[in-house]
């Protein structure tokens, strides 16, 4: 889409006016291009890897939070040789929390196989309906509804669902006050208050002191775990908030900016995408409080092109754009497509949100550079980047539409070997066991799946590595060279990519009659990322 295209009413200017523009260039350098004179570092930080994120970073995958050994932090503590030390929080259950979609549908397949036929929808909704209770029951009433309380900070102090307000102020102590006596509903099964049950596994509460410590509060205090022998006690901070300031757009596919109220926690839940002014100042309070934190080395990561994720599929024809124009879900067949009948953003749309996001990541890129020119140790990730380079239908596809910069991105070398090539595409299954389409997303449309979060633990392990963070073996022998994620170790844990539910074939029928019945994408994934 040029950038005399015209945008919707009520779009801010700031967005207007970068849309006149060219584009923003992914910063490929972590550095920003500048210099920092780092003293010598004085011994080993007690606390080598900590992150503060969502669920980018908490290891959310396919509607629910559940393997959280194989979430990014847990990669690169794994590479580190310290992932027997790394503190996270695990989720049990049936697939933990809210409702694991890929559990769901093997559910599914184990009883009426690999299609499900009209005659069966009945029986299968009451099956559906069956396993959404047996969840709800186990983090409502069962053995989930009590988190533990664990004397020690998390090192993976991510929450799914949090935006940047959300980080900046809820604590343990607001995350208890939300969980209201939960009713055993018929009618709406999804596990209530969700994010606040999963964030109780993730916050500080073994005092009334700790019960009030927002993540950032946490980060400095194990920052602060230090004596003399060392500068300070966090070596590597990973920072991934801002998705959720603009991911609803896509989810929910409707465009409702920001308002005044945009600093209140309880804010309305209309908004589904921040303004540019309004994720500056709250990403400033953000900056502020990491400056507090005594880590040696601090990584930003930049907001992703939330159009990208094929939760929300390109309706139409394109050649030389970016954009479709239309996006609406992806099990919706493109020659039934209505835009008077099905809910969708326009192309437009589309445009106004990247580009709001690009202003978005504009104010990561200088809160680095800052940072440097200040003599801080911090370093950009350009994760919307790398996105944007491995976006299958809307860069490799179309050559047309390639911007200047623009290079595939060069999978592991265990990936582009897999027959079909993992992509950006949504996942569906070949009818044999195997994988037809995707396998960087996960079945919610949304989060990676294992081997998509292990591109993003490399990238993570490459600037750490450029730092000067030592990485070393499981038996404590120093990594020469180039630090590879082990991808085969994660491919062994990608059940989807490897093995896919064969329910979900190249119509995802079955996840459209999920949506239909049970709301699931509409409602559940809002709070997912």
């Not at 507090?292 to 050649?319: D, F, M, Q, Y």
Request: aromatic fraction near 8%.
């Amino acid at each position: 889409m040029s950038a005399q295209a015209a945008l919707p009413e009520g779009t801010p200017d700031s967005v207007v006016a970068q849309a006149q523009r060219a584009p923003r260039p992914p910063v490929f350098d972590p550095t920003a291009g500048i210099a920092v004179d780092r003293p010598t570092p004085r011994g080993v930080p007690p606390h080598r890897l900590v992150a503060v994120g969502d669920s980018l970073l908490q290891g959310f995958q396919s509607g629910a939070i559940y393997r959280t050994e194989v979430s990014v932090p847990a990669i690169v503590a794994y590479e580190l040789g310290i992932l027997a030390a790394f503190r996270y929080p695990r989720f049990g259950g049936p697939g933990g929390l809210p409702l694991n979609v890929e559990l769901l549908l093997r559910r599914l397949e184990d009883r009426y196989g690999g299609r499900l036929d009209v005659w069966e929808l009945p029986t299968a909704l009451f099956a559906v309906r069956g396993f959404m209770d047996e969840v709800e029951d186990y983090w409502e009433r069962g053995p989930g509804a009590e988190a533990p309380i664990v004397a020690g900070y998390n090192h993976n102090l991510s929450c799914y669902g949090w935006d940047l307000r959300d980080a900046l102020e809820k604590t343990a102590a607001h995350c208890e006050r939300a969980l209201a006596t939960p009713r055993d509903n018929l009618v709406d099964q999804i596990v209530e208050n969700n994010a606040e049950r999963a964030a109780l596994r993730v916050y500080p509460r073994w005092d009334e002191q700790r019960r009030h410590e927002t993540v950032f509060d946490a980060a400095r205090a194990l920052g602060a775990e230090h004596d003399d022998g060392t500068d300070a006690g966090i070596e590597t901070l990973v920072v991934f908030l801002g998705a959720n300031n603009a991911l609803r757009a896509a989810t929910e596919l409707r465009v409702v900016w920001s308002g005044e109220d945009f600093r209140q926690l309880e804010r309305t839940r209309d908004a589904t995408i921040w303004t540019p002014e309004h994720f500056d100042a709250e990403f400033a309070e953000v900056v502020a409080r990491l400056r507090t934190v005594e880590a040696r080395h601090i990584i930003l990561c930049t907001v992703p092109h939330v159009t990208i994720a094929p939760i929300a599929r390109g309706i139409g024809t394109k050649s030389g754009s970016p954009y479709f124009p239309y996006y609406t879900r992806p099990w919706i067949d493109e020659g039934r497509f209505d835009p008077a009948r099905d809910e969708h953003l326009t192309g437009a749309q589309a445009y106004a949100v990247d580009t709001a996001i690009d202003l978005y990541n504009i104010t990561i890129t200088e809160a680095v550079a800052d940072a440097r020119r200040g003599g801080l140790d911090w370093y950009l990730l350009d994760s919307a980047g790398i996105l944007d380079r491995l976006a299958a239908r809307r860069y490799v596809d179309d050559l047309a539409a390639r911007p200047e910069w623009w290079t595939p991105y060069p999978l592991p070398p265990l990936l582009a070997a897999l027959m079909p090539v993992p992509d950006t595409r949504f996942l569906s299954a070949d009818g044999n066991g195997g994988r037809a389409t995707g396998g960087l997303f996960s079945l919610d449309g949304v989060h990676p799946t294992t081997v998509g979060y292990g591109i993003l633990a490399q990238e993570i392990v490459d600037i750490m590595v450029r730092a000067g963070v030592e990485f070393r073996h499981p038996r404590g022998a120093v990594r020469e060279g180039r630090v590879e994620v082990d991808f085969a170790r994660l491919l062994r844990n990608d059940t989807l990519v490897q093995a896919p539910p064969q329910n979900v074939d190249s119509s995802l029928s079955v996840l459209g009659w999920a949506d239909q019945v049970l709301d699931l994408f509409r409602i559940r994934w809002n709070l997912g990322i």
